[in-house]
């Protein structure tokens, strides 16, 4: 049973959470016996003394399998707040000065951040697509941070946040309750719940989407069945937990691309129980079921799909939430490694584990590549020799580490950051030349070439 969050050792506190299990369920949680009104979910006289507040993530009168709501009891009404202000994001930014990139690119991690810099302000934005304001698109962002946030909430007016850990564990305290977010793992934060990252590492960096288009779903299985992919029961929300606390407490919301602050005068992750599915997630990337070819040839990555955001077109994502992880490679007469390919949509690639073999051509942990619109990649030279020659093709299992993929149906535009960052490689290109002519030439061609 998980009572008030604000007593724990925090590493304690992690590893001692209890979860309710499945995806998109209706969940119940009450922190303290009693506290949840059965039979009316708004009592005359809520019990305990305690408030009752509707919280709406989709329309109201949405199809009840896109409904997205909570009920919440809690010590005081979240409307017991300060006005908002605008303050500066830092590099946690949103698109205004975002521009379209058609090359390939890359990015090398970012450095060590400043001490004190904590998830909110450790965040840099890369770019993304769309607007916050129309609910559309998405933006992808690395964070850097070696302090908890403190006497602080963050939450985002704009979107869902998809945070995936490459070092360093964190416990993220929320109005639902707490979450254990280890590397290899990946939360779901819902669109306006209020957090607090707290650190259980002296480092946390970690990749972290934004979605601003509908809430993330499930893929649809087809003829996969209803097993396969992501499985919903591996999918953990978090019980009933409320932190009793009466000093200041700072709010920031990115609202509408922008930054915001107020400050509470009581802690507003004070919900003592609640009812709904509008709540947050952790899932353990290592859960996914990889689905692929068992005679030759290659599924379409759209396999590795984690979680979609679905638009109003059926079939097409704003984008899709991919992971790639261990796997047997048993395509026989195949090229096994991806094929050479131009895609109408666009994919960041984002790296939480280098294989033992070492980094591949993605980079290291918290390296960034954007192939956008119809950009033409696949494997650098060496590594298409390395695979053409290679003798028979036996059943082999490829510990390639854990990457992330963002596959996204539009183009991202990029932040003047990410443009101008000293840790964009700039001569990218410089890997897909020298490949090696194997047609032969006809002599008839060579002649006509010469005149
Ligand atoms: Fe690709």
Not at 112 to 120: A, C, L, M, Y
Request: aromatic share 10%; proline share 9%; with cysteine.
């Amino acid at each position: 049973m998980s009572t008030r969050s604000d007593q724990a050792d925090p590493r304690k506190t992690a590893e001692s959470l209890e979860y309710l299990h499945g995806f998109g369920n209706l969940h119940s949680s009450e922190a303290v016996p009693g506290a949840l009104p059965a039979g009316n979910s708004t009592p005359h006289r809520p019990p305990l003394g305690l408030y009752t507040e509707r919280f709406h993530g989709a329309s109201m009168t949405e199809p009840r399998g896109n409904s997205r709501q909570a009920w919440m009891y809690r010590i005081r009404p979240s409307a017991q707040h300060g006005p908002f202000s605008r303050i500066d994001g830092g590099t946690f930014r949103g698109l205004a000065d975002a521009q379209t990139e058609m090359n390939r690119s890359s990015w090398n991690p970012q450095p060590d951040p400043k001490p004190g810099t904590d998830f909110v302000s450790g965040l840099w934005t890369f770019g993304g697509h769309g607007d916050p304001a129309e609910r559309t698109g998405m933006a992808v962002h690395v964070y850097a941070a070696n302090a908890s946030m403190k006497d602080t909430v963050f939450s985002n007016s704009d979107g869902e946040m998809l945070i995936t850990p490459f070092e360093g564990a964190l416990l993220v305290r929320t109005e639902f309750g707490l979450l254990h977010v280890k590397p290899g793992d990946v939360a779901l934060i819902p669109r306006g719940v209020r957090f607090r990252v707290e650190l259980l590492d002296a480092m946390a960096r970690g990749y972290v989407a934004e979605n601003f288009g509908r809430p993330l779903v499930l893929p649809e299985l087809g003829p996969l069945g209803s097993t396969a992919l992501a499985d919903p029961k591996d999918f953990r929300a978090p019980v009933a937990a409320y932190e009793d606390v009466e000093r200041p407490v700072q709010a920031i919301v990115k609202y509408c691309g922008e930054l915001w602050s107020s400050t509470y005068d009581h802690s507003p992750l004070d919900v003592v129980a609640w009812h709904g599915n509008h709540v947050p997630y952790v899932y353990d990337l290592h859960s996914f079921m990889t689905v692929g070819t068992l005679s030759h040839g290659h599924a379409d990555p759209s396999v590795y799909t984690v979680l979609t955001s679905p638009t109003d077109t059926p079939g097409v994502a704003n984008f899709d939430f991919c992971s790639v992880v261990g796997r047997w490679e048993v395509a026989m007469d195949s090229f096994r490694p991806p094929y050479y390919h131009r895609n109408i949509g666009s994919e960041f690639v984002g790296i939480v584990k280098t294989p033992p073999f070492g980094p591949t051509m993605f980079g290291e942990p918290g390296a960034g590549m954007l192939h956008n619109m119809l950009a033409p990649h696949g494997l650098w030279p060496e590594g298409d020799v390395a695979t053409t020659n290679a003798a028979a093709l036996e059943p082999e299992w490829i510990d390639i580490g854990l990457a992330i993929f963002y596959d996204s149906r539009l183009p991202l535009k990029l932040t003047r950051q990410a443009l101008e960052s000293p840790q964009r490689q700039h001569d990218f290109d410089k890997h897909w030349q020298g490949f090696e002519r194997r047609f032969p030439r006809s002599p008839l061609q060579e002649d006509i070439n010469a005149r």
